[in-house]
């Protein structure tokens, strides 16, 4: 949400909000038996730079505010109220991608949205697109589905930095997603809805409703397109997103607000708290409270008896905004273990516990210290097959035990 000049990020005139009900879901297999309710998806913002990854520190960690490199004295180090588990990371760090994807199916999470800026050479666009590819990549070793979810404000912002004249905004925007079909959607792993390659969009400075019937007819390729907060006429229906403003009432009321849309994609979050204020880019969006926990359970808890076929957890990762479930050093892996908790409820052979959402942080300590890698890698094989006993005796144990 926030605004800037140098670095990516959604951009709305207000908080983010969006609903579906999706009731066709097809995603390929993972090795896991069929099992009922809607399939949980976590959105991934892939927008984190850092060393040694990177030549510097990136503007999501940073706002031209923080210095994660040389904190002064008693001041916060990153842009974010909170601090990952594993300290601030490079997206496309493939360390990193493993331990984020490896996490997710132990907490028994079927598959990723990547938020997705396009390919063209603008800002941090190029980073974005090559550490989304990275963890598409790493989605397909963990046997988790993907999807993507466009930022079509880039349009806009290239018209206005004169990289785009008006007239092609529409050729644009369909080419962009011409590429998405040919170098994602056939992939197995890409999730589908009713046959059709999911497709989402953010906010409401990108392309206007006529745009999107225009592109989507260009792109020749029929998506179950949805769009944020509201159905557009082109769309099979539209996503939630939280409000922070509004609060969790909001979420309540897109469910009414959905009813008989042939799409749904509901939300779930556990907080809203972003850093905007703070570091000077703008005001808060305003603020939802984390209620120790008592936001994810009641939002997932509305999500999951949408009746829905997927539901969409927002966010896996973004520190600014504060809606993260990754583990961090002030919830650690609560919010995770609540999602094991649900898996757990569907289906009784779901085999990890709330202790097992230590192993891939411990197998990404052993990478980053030079362990053995064929031993690492067979760890992380265990991982995705679900055999616990074999990734328990594979990982090594955490440092100083």
Same mark, same amino acid.
């Given at each position: ?11 709305? &005139?207000?908080? #983010? ?5 999706? $009731?066709?879901?097809?995603?390929? +297999? &993972? ?21 040694? &990854? ?68 603008? %800002? ?16 397909? =070793?963990?046997?988790? +589905?993907?999807?993507? #979810? ?34 994602? #959607? %056939?992939?197995?792993?890409?999730? /589908? ?19 999107? +019937?225009? !592109?989507?007819?260009? !792109? ?5 397109? $949805?769009?944020?907060?509201?159905? %557009? ?9 939280? @409000?922070? =403003? ?17 799409? !749904? ?5 556990? /907080? ?8 000077? !880019?703008?005001? +808060? ?27 969409? *957890?927002? &966010? ?12 961090? %050093? ?8 609540? $999602? ?5 409820? =569907? ?16 197998? @990404?300590?052993?990478? =980053? ?6 031993? @690492? ?6 991982? *995705? ?17």
């Amino acid at each position: 949400m926030a605004d800037r000049s140098v670095a990516s990020c959604r951009r709305p &005139t207000r908080a #983010c909000v969006a609903a579906l009900a999706l $009731l066709l879901v097809t995603v390929p +297999s &993972t090795g896991r038996a069929a099992e009922p309710g809607p399939r949980l998806f976590v959105h991934v913002m892939p927008w984190y730079e850092a060393p040694p &990854t990177a030549s510097g520190w990136g503007w999501h960690w940073t706002m031209n505010r923080f210095d994660p490199g040389a904190p002064a004295a008693g001041e916060r180090s990153i842009a974010s109220h909170y601090t990952p588990a594993i300290g601030p990371y490079d997206s496309s760090d493939p360390h990193v991608i493993e331990y984020q994807t490896l996490s997710m199916r132990v907490a028994g999470v079927d598959g990723l949205i990547v938020d997705w800026y396009g390919r063209e050479d603008f %800002r941090d666009w190029p980073a974005l697109h090559r550490a989304t590819e990275r963890i598409v990549a790493g989605a397909e =070793r963990a046997g988790l +589905s993907f999807a993507v #979810c466009y930022e079509d404000q880039t349009v806009t912002a290239l018209v206005d930095a004169g990289r785009l004249p008006a007239a092609r905004r529409v050729e644009h925007a369909a080419g962009e997603l011409r590429w998405v079909v040919e170098g994602w #959607c %056939r992939r197995p792993a890409y999730a /589908r809805v009713g046959g059709k390659p999911l497709l989402l969009s953010f906010g409401h400075e990108g392309l206007d409703d006529a745009e999107w +019937s225009l !592109v989507l007819e260009k !792109v020749g390729t029929p998506l179950a397109y $949805l769009g944020e907060h509201r159905r %557009r006429p082109a769309a099979d229906g539209a996503f939630d997103w939280p @409000l922070p =403003r509004e609060g969790v009432a909001a979420t309540h009321a897109f469910g009414e607000r959905s009813r008989g849309w042939p799409l !749904v994609l509901p939300v779930a979050y556990p /907080r809203f708290h972003d850093i905007y204020a703070e570091a000077g !880019v703008h005001e +808060s969006w305003g603020r939802i409270d984390d209620a120790g926990g008592g936001t994810f359970r009641e939002t997932l808890r509305v999500a999951l008896g949408s009746g829905a076929g997927m539901v969409q *957890v927002a &966010t896996w990762n973004d520190w600014g905004e504060g809606t993260q479930i990754e583990p961090s %050093r002030e919830f650690g892996s609560r919010d995770l273990a609540l $999602l094991q908790e649900v898996r757990r409820e =569907r289906e009784e052979a779901f085999p990890w516990e709330p202790a097992d959402l230590l192993l891939p942080q411990r197998l @990404l300590e052993a990478r =980053r210290a030079g362990g053995d890698a064929g031993r @690492l890698d067979r760890a992380a094989a265990a991982i *995705v097959a679900g055999d616990r006993t074999l990734a328990r005796r594979l990982v090594p144990p955490a440092a100083g035990n």
